[in-house]
């Protein structure tokens, strides 16, 4: 099997001066998924280290760069599944941990649960000697400088919200299996304990080797209410190519609950897609050493690995 | 159409000294939801109603009764749906509320958000003014004492994970509206912050209007696994009985990740089912002013609801 990454940075609105951040952001994380599928790594450290270099990123909504809860603090969902048994492990509003996708891998392997919750979770870091960092590490100007402005009565409490950012990646490996990533800071404001569809099997996230991998950004709620990344997988299980299966189940979460949203999707036979029912999607794949990328609908940029990397 | 009511009391292996607390119990949440099916009420009134007289009842693993977590300490997950619209409202790890399915209701009608997890749980509890009680009042003796017990280093540690009782219900009342509701205190030494099936979307529940309604319970981790509740619902979908729906699902979930539990069931015409691949789960249910319940594989025991509310 030729190994095949898609990553995302997130469904939205991407404000005109992120754009270029968030491009080079998507590429860079695509590259280095690649890397390690081409040397034979597994699609799940692919997914992961894909993860962690957006959740490093300030320029996404994950990890470094995350949104404000409505008292000012980070708290994060992150999931992460294996294709091959099912197994999955996840996070939900962590706080003061650099990278949730780790965490929840951790979840995954050392633990006999799937999703460790909020003081929990951290517990369980300091059990696995993950240091814990200030809350304000993962804090940017930028999150700041927006939160506080959410504040003065006369700003528009929609607009924010609308910040997109979760990351995500999926990948299939030289062996055949698929495993799937999301990590977020989640909505803008929300309030404390607030968990979204990031956390939650089936939504944020769903990889199976009988079928392919998913993971989902966009309104949280509105993917829980449809189960939307194992929605996708149901539609392929019925025939249907990973495009048609993720503009199916993007249109029933618009038509059945007013919810937009995005999806990236890697099939166990190697096909992929990226599709969106919002404004602007990130997007960057890579297979056959040839890597695609794009923003809006029908933008899709291509060039050599070799070329991206000497550009970087 | 004619109002149907169908509530479980946990899958799993039920003590030879527990049988009859839980059959009387199962017995008056469903004849309790019954009721208000009957006076026009809604399904959403009936499960949260049925869930939350087995949340009072010591017999059953949610609210008072539920089992301890390493520390010792009751933390409780659980979840609330609407077919009509897909809204639902859940609670994970909370901790000193009474009963978790009606904070899980407030979650879906007073805020935006599905989840709210723990502390933040317990922050909307209070501004709600639901009251926190002492956690001492959701332990019971008997959870205390088998709890202690397991700390014993010739203990069986796998003996107690077997401990079943998560409860839930499904409804269809006399508009044709599903709704579901699974309330649980998860599983006996698991870690702190330890999130299962019952506040995960798909898992513990799901309910859909164009379909039915499903509540599960078992092995928390592999019902996460398959997301089991949305999958029932899709072998509906493609054409299945509830029963055939339920066994598929179950015998897949045992095959695939190797866990057991059980489910049940109504679908969106009246057809209901109670299924389970452990050696017991407690079930009642009542249509057509009958009540039907039983807890082994086979067993169904059947009286008018006047016969059986004079027995009470």
Same mark, same amino acid.
């Given at each position: 099997?030729?190994?095949?990454?898609?990553?995302?940075?997130?469904?939205?609105?991407?404000?005109?001066?992120?754009?270029?951040?968030?491009?080079?952001?998507?590429?860079?994380?695509?590259?280095?998924?690649?890397?390690?599928?081409?040397?034979?790594?597994?699609?799940?450290?692919?997914?992961?280290?894909?993860?962690?270099?957006?959740?490093?990123?300030?320029?996404?909504?994950?990890?470094?760069?995350?949104?404000?809860?409505?008292?000012?603090?980070?708290?994060?969902?992150?999931?992460?599944?294996?294709?091959?048994?099912?197994?999955?492990?996840?996070?939900?509003?962590?706080?003061?941990?650099?990278?949730?996708?780790? $965490? %929840? &891998? #951790? +979840?995954?392997?050392?633990? @006999?649960?799937?999703?460790?919750?909020?003081?929990? /979770?951290?517990?369980?870091?300091?059990?696995?000697?993950?240091?814990?960092?200030?809350?304000?590490?993962?804090?940017?100007?930028?999150?700041?400088?927006?939160?506080?402005?959410?504040?003065?009565?006369?700003?528009?409490?929609?607009?924010?919200?609308?910040?997109?950012?979760?990351?995500?990646?999926?990948?299939?490996?030289?062996?055949?299996?698929?495993?799937?990533?999301?990590?977020?800071?989640?909505?803008?404001?929300?309030?404390?304990?607030?968990?979204?569809?990031?956390?939650?099997?089936?939504?944020?996230?769903?990889?199976?080797?009988?079928?392919?991998?998913?993971?989902?950004?966009?309104?949280?709620?509105?993917?829980?209410?449809?189960? $939307? %990344? &194992? #929605? +996708?997988?149901?539609?392929? @299980?019925?025939?249907?190519?990973?495009?048609?299966? /993720?503009?199916?189940?993007?249109?029933?979460?618009?038509?059945?609950?007013?919810?937009?949203?995005?999806?990236?999707?890697?099939?166990?036979?190697?096909?992929?897609?990226?599709?969106?029912?919002?404004?602007?999607?990130?997007?960057?794949?890579?297979?056959?050493?040839?890597?695609?990328?794009?923003?809006?609908?029908?933008?899709?940029?291509?060039?050599?690995?070799?070329?991206?990397?000497?550009?970087?």
């Amino acid at each position: 099997m030729k190994p095949v990454i898609v990553v995302h940075g997130g469904a939205g609105s991407i404000f005109k001066d992120r754009e270029e951040g968030a491009r080079s952001g998507i590429i860079r994380a695509a590259l280095k998924g690649y890397s390690i599928l081409k040397q034979g790594g597994s699609a799940l450290d692919a997914v992961e280290d894909a993860v962690v270099s957006m959740e490093d990123d300030p320029h996404f909504n994950a990890g470094c760069g995350s949104v404000l809860n409505e008292k000012g603090e980070v708290e994060m969902d992150a999931i992460i599944m294996d294709g091959k048994n099912l197994a999955s492990g996840a996070v939900s509003a962590v706080k003061c941990i650099a990278n949730p996708i780790m $965490l %929840a &891998r #951790l +979840v995954m392997e050392k633990t @006999e649960h799937m999703l460790l919750t909020d003081h929990g /979770a951290n517990l369980f870091a300091k059990a696995m000697n993950i240091p814990e960092i200030p809350g304000e590490k993962l804090i940017t100007e930028r999150s700041w400088e927006r939160w506080s402005k959410k504040l003065e009565a006369d700003s528009n409490p929609q607009e924010d919200k609308k910040e997109s950012g979760t990351v995500g990646a999926v990948a299939i490996d030289n062996e055949g299996n698929v495993a799937c990533a999301t990590s977020t800071g989640g909505l803008s404001n929300k309030l404390v304990g607030r968990v979204g569809d990031s956390a939650c099997i089936g939504s944020g996230g769903y990889a199976d080797n009988h079928v392919g991998a998913v993971s989902t950004t966009g309104h949280g709620e509105s993917m829980m209410k449809v189960v $939307l %990344a &194992r #929605l +996708v997988l149901y539609h392929m @299980e019925q025939g249907m190519t990973p495009e048609k299966a /993720a503009d199916t189940a993007l249109n029933y979460m618009k038509t059945r609950v007013g919810g937009l949203g995005g999806v990236i999707v890697v099939s166990n036979s190697g096909d992929w897609t990226a599709r969106f029912s919002t404004k602007q999607m990130s997007w960057a794949t890579v297979k056959d050493d040839w890597l695609q990328y794009g923003i809006y609908t029908g933008e899709m940029h291509t060039s050599s690995v070799a070329e991206a990397l000497g550009s970087k």
